[in-house]
């Protein structure tokens, strides 16, 4: 019986070895605004092709094509019910548009995106977009006094995204709001 206790006693304490396996935590879901080099009143130019979220030593960049952040309203189409949904204009990610999570080894300001010069701050840790699609949905705003558009809305959202880290691990969303940005009309 002796015997039997020590081998169950051994057996638990050689399966319960989990390696060096060390899992790195991502927060991609920040309340963080989007942001642009360029803006005008907290609006971006229509056609902007890079947008970015920064939380302190933490980023989420988006490069997009032209032609998704553009002052024209998504259209709709008549669902079974009735009801009017948005189409939105859509991007596959790393190939038509390309998304990177970095984690840097100190905060980061939009100063890391938008100078000539580029930052020395090393990065830590990289995510690359691998698969999925990017979505934008454009909504006009309308002036109130005038009912003249002034600005359009944005709100931009990734299905089914993967997500591989530079240490090998995956990080999936089946959908994955990044946020709202505005174009200002010229």
Known sequence: M???????AACLFFSCD??????????LETT??????TTLNNAIP???????????????????????LINEATTTEENEDGDFIPVPRTAALNSQASCYY????????NAYFCDQLPSDIAITLEYLAVSGTVEVISVPVLDAETME???Y????????VVFT??????????????GDVSTFVE
């Open 102 to 109: 970095r984690s840097f080894e100190s905060s980061i300001s």
């Open 149 to 151: 558009i002034i600005e």
């Open 46 to 68: 229509a056609g902007t092709t890079l947008v970015f979220k920064i939380n302190g030593g933490e980023t989420l960049i988006l490069e997009l094509p032209a032609t998704l």
């Open 165 to 178: 880290g530079t240490n090998g691990q995956d990080v999936r969303y089946s959908e994955f709001d990044f």
């Open 18 to 27: 989990d390696g060096d396996l060390t899992i790195e935590e991502i927060d």
């Open 32 to 37: 963080a605004s989007v942001q642009a080099c």
């Open 2 to 8: 002796k015997k039997i206790v020590f081998l169950l």
């Open 153 to 160: 809305n944005h709100t931009i959202t990734f299905k089914e």
